[in-house]
């Protein structure tokens, strides 16, 4: 049980673990604390647009996988087989060294696959229509360099 100025450095967010020494601890001050969320969410909100830039065949064989995707749907292949499956070659995938892969570079591009495959399952569109709406995302993150 905490004493009462423990408790009281608790309710100020200065609470330290007991054997903690004083000169280890770094007390933030809010305006810290916010300029240091503030940054996250900047590099949260940039990262996919750094991290997803594509060469334009790269985006044809994304959309080429999503149409099929939704074939195999059309052909009876559940929601969770297909993902688990996925998911699974994805975890494979990270296993190679990044010039090696196939579009799946990093967290972001696995995120977009796996979000259009949910697409797929959700709105039961058109295979064309899906892959449409695959390269009209992945277009915007095209490498004009590639």
């Not at 052909?75 to 975890?91: C, R, V, W, Y």
Request: with cysteine.
């Amino acid at each position: 049980m905490p004493d009462g100025a423990e408790l009281e450095l608790y309710k100020r967010g200065r609470a330290v673990k007991r054997g903690t020494k004083r000169s280890n601890v770094i007390a933030m001050k809010p305006a810290s604390l916010g300029l240091l969320l503030w940054a996250a969410l900047l590099l949260a909100t940039a990262m996919p647009v750094i991290a997803s830039r594509h060469a334009s065949a790269e985006c044809q064989e994304g959309g080429a996988f999503i149409r099929n995707a939704t074939i195999s749907r059309e052909n009876g292949l559940p929601k969770d087989a297909f993902l688990n499956h996925l998911i699974a070659d994805l975890s494979v995938i990270r296993g190679l060294p990044e010039e090696m892969r196939w579009f799946a570079k990093d967290e972001a591009d696995e995120s977009l696959l796996v979000r259009h495959v949910e697409r797929v399952y959700e709105y039961r569109m058109a295979p064309k229509d899906n892959e449409e709406a695959f390269l009209a995302e992945c277009g915007r993150g095209i490498d004009q360099n590639q």
